[in-house]
């Protein structure tokens, strides 16, 4: 096991978009819409949890790199089942921000659960997975084009 080397990678330009989605109770879908968590602002508490998240990524996986983050872009909506995540992080390095933006979704629907969770503990987390990824040497990816398509592998054989 071991970190790779991005060492002689050039810096680029690199974003990564994720979702994630969080399913509830009414009740709980009314105390956000509402505004009566005892607890507070959930969505307002969910974004900054968002953006801590991708800055702490590599504090929660021991093989990604530290990367110096330019942006990160947390969107929160309530549907009718429950909460909708959209997390856009963007940097300029030598190594991809896939597994921040993955963290910061994750981040946020933790955060919405925390404060939830007295309401309803039957809350579900689901489908946070990357959606789209440009830069570097992969160049860009994006889920609804590569849906039953497996990308080749890059191992040497």
């Known amino acids: 096991m071991k970190m790779v080397d991005v060492g002689g990678k050039e810096k680029t330009e ?22 009566t968590v005892e607890k507070g602002d959930v969505l307002a508490a969910a974004r900054l949890a968002a953006i801590l998240g991708a800055k702490k990524t590599p504090d929660l996986g021991p093989l990604c790199h530290p990367i110096a983050l330019s ?22 390095d030598r190594t991809g921000v896939e597994m921040e933006a993955l963290t910061a979704v994750s981040a946020a629907a933790l955060t919405v659960y925390d404060m939830l969770k007295a309401i309803d503990r039957g809350m579900v987390i689901e489908a946070v997975q990357l959606e789209h990824k440009r830069g570097g040497r992969s160049g860009a990816w994006t889920r609804r084009e590569a849906q039953g398509a497996r990308p080749p592998s890059r191992r040497k054989p």
């Open 14 to 35: 690199r974003v990564a978009v994720a979702r994630g989605r969080l399913r509830m109770s009414s009740a709980a879908l009314a105390a956000i819409r509402e505004r």
């Open 71 to 92: 942006g990160v872009e947390v969107d929160l909506a309530t549907g009718a089942e429950g909460v909708d995540i959209k997390v856009t992080v963007k940097t300029v």
